[in-house]
Structures are given as C-alpha cells and as structure tokens.
C-alpha cells in the first residue's frame, strides 16, 4: 500500500462543475503539498499546508490531520484546469517529499 | 523571481553520447533537487543538494553525475545512459531542506530526454 493514496485516479467534468479531489496519507508529516503538472509540463505548486484551509482563486485545500486526509476543491471548473493533480507529504524527519499516484482531470467544455 | 530555468527543453541522445542538463534558480534557494519522472508516474527523486553538497543520492546509477557549482545553478552529466533512461528530468529549488519545517518545492519546467 502506499503511503500517500489518490482519489479518482481519473477525473472528468463539464467546465462550470465543482470537482473534488482526495489525498490520505498513513505517515506522520509535517506539511501537505498540492501541485499541479499540465500534459507534458513541469509542475506547479499550488498549496503547501499544515493544517485548516487555504484558498487561492478558484482553489481550496483542505487538510485533516487527525484524519491524516486533505481534499482539494475547484470551484467553476473550466477546461484549462485540466490537469494532473499530484498530493506529496513532507514526512516527519525526512529531507524527501513522497508522493500520490497524481489525478487526471479533465473539463470539457 | 519566483522561476526555476531548465535547459535544453528537449535533449535526444545515444548511448555512447555525453550531454549535461543545466537548472537555475535566482531566489536565493540553498536546497536543489533532480527527479526523474517517467509517463503517467509521480516524480522520483534522484539527488538532494544543500548547500551546494551533496545530502541525498536515491542510489543513482553512476551514468548520472550531479554537479553544484554554485548557490544558483544544478548540473546533471550524463554520460553512456540506456534507452529506458529516458524520461522528463525535472529540478527543483526551496529555501533549505527539511530542517524541523517543511519548505515549498518550486520546480522547472523539465528537461525531456530521450535515448536512442
């Protein structure tokens, strides 16, 4: 099993949808990161978080620690949102991010 | 600047070839890192710098040779590398490495190799 787990693996939507994406995690961390990767493209980071919710534009990242769980919401999707989705943990005493399988998202007009 | 450069964008290579992939930063990052990511994979982690010494090395096969220069600027030699070689070849920078907190990880846009 792995220790950062993604759900869907797949994803797709009509633009205007409100999507969520999941991340579980079985280690002990210190941060929470949420990026995304365009097809072909490098990747971008768009939360680090520890704990609560942040939000950025149409973006919002929760996490749950007690849970060991985060979801990250898009609000009005539209196709250029289209993307993989990747959750990496910053695990205790450790210099090494370890990361999720990653979610592909599609939004269709 | 919040930008980390990679060049070139596209590199195709023999087996036989020597080539280096360079990576920038000017945020004034002292932690660098080189993951390999294949297709539809998450990023693995190849080599960790801090410093500009070498913290990590993920048991890297020796046809992969890091290089730190300097504060700003990551090398990657390659040299007589195999075809399953081939992958993006992404870099990093954040503001230190793991040292009680976690720091953001800013990565480039990639270098795309391929080896024939």
């Known amino acids: 099993k792995n220790e950062v787990e993604q759900s869907p693996q797949n994803l797709t939507a009509q633009e205007g949808e409100f999507i969520t994406i999941n991340c579980s995690y079985s280690?002990?961390?210190?941060?929470l990161h949420w990026l995304q990767q365009h097809p072909g493209g490098g990747i971008v980071s768009l939360f680090m978080?520890?704990?609560g919710k942040k939000k950025h534009g149409r973006l919002i990242a929760t996490i749950n620690i007690q849970e060991k769980h985060s979801s990250l919401h898009i609000t009005a999707s539209h196709p250029r949102d289209s993307a993989v989705y990747i959750c990496?943990?910053?695990?205790?005493?450790?210099?090494?991010?370890?990361f999720g399988t990653g979610t592909r998202l599609q939004v269709f007009p | 600047d919040t930008e980390v450069t990679q060049t070139p964008k596209h590199l195709v290579m023999g087996m036989t070839n020597k080539k280096s992939l360079k990576c920038e930063q000017h945020?004034?990052?002292?932690?660098m890192y080189w993951y390999k990511q294949k297709a539809k994979k998450p990023p693995e982690l190849m080599f960790v710098?801090?410093?500009?010494?070498?913290?990590i090395n993920e048991s890297v096969p020796s046809r992969f040779s890091p290089e730190c220069p300097n504060s700003s600027l990551l090398n990657l030699h390659l040299h007589a590398l195999q075809p399953e070689d081939s992958a993006l070849y992404l870099c990093?920078?954040?503001?230190?490495?793991?040292?009680?907190?976690?720091?953001?990880?800013?990565f480039g846009p990639g270098t795309r190799l391929t080896v024939t």
């Open positions: 990093a920078s954040s503001q230190e490495i793991w040292t009680g907190g976690a720091y953001e990880q800013y």
């Open positions: 990496a943990v910053d695990g205790d005493n450790t210099d090494k991010l370890i």
């Open positions: 710098y801090s410093y500009e010494k070498l913290s």
């Open positions: 945020m004034g990052h002292r932690a």
């Open positions: 978080l520890s704990s």
């Open positions: 280690v002990g961390i210190s941060a």
